[in-house]
């Protein structure tokens, strides 16, 4: 099992700058994918961005391309999730989550929650308008 550990959460202005960092710890050896999700109050989870490990190939939601970027440091163990031109729509929770797959059931699922096996306890992010 991986434990994830998310910071960086907080209040930011419309227009202003956040950084997560999500430290993983554990059996972090057999991580292939890790990725961000975020679930506002009152909606599902949904995916925000996701990076291969060793390739640092990464994908992300159309409503965060352009503003987030995601990146690891493989020698902390660690991914991040800059936040740029934050808006009021960005406001929930973010999670962290890890696999050691990009595949659900025998299909190609990196954006899919499901695909995922060790979360965070979750960060906040709040931006006001």
């Known amino acids: 099992q991986v434990h994830l550990e998310e910071s960086g959460g907080g209040l930011v202005q419309g227009g202003g700058s956040l950084r997560l960092s999500c430290a993983a710890s554990?059996?972090?050896?057999?991580?292939?994918?890790m990725g961000w999700f975020r679930q506002a109050p009152g909606k599902e989870r949904e995916f925000v961005a996701t990076?291969?490990?060793?390739?640092?190939?990464?994908l992300y939601a159309d409503s965060v391309k352009g503003r987030f970027t995601i990146s690891t440091d493989n020698a902390k163990n660690t991914v991040y999730l800059q936040m740029n031109n934050l808006k009021p729509e960005d406001t929930a929770v973010y999670y962290c989550a890890s696999s050691p797959t990009v595949y659900y059931m025998g299909s190609y699922m990196p954006v899919d929650e499901r695909t995922y096996h060790d979360w965070g306890q979750g960060t906040q992010v709040t931006v006001s308008s």
């Open positions: 990076i291969i490990w060793n390739s640092r190939d990464t």
């Open positions: 554990g059996r972090t050896f057999n991580t292939y994918l």
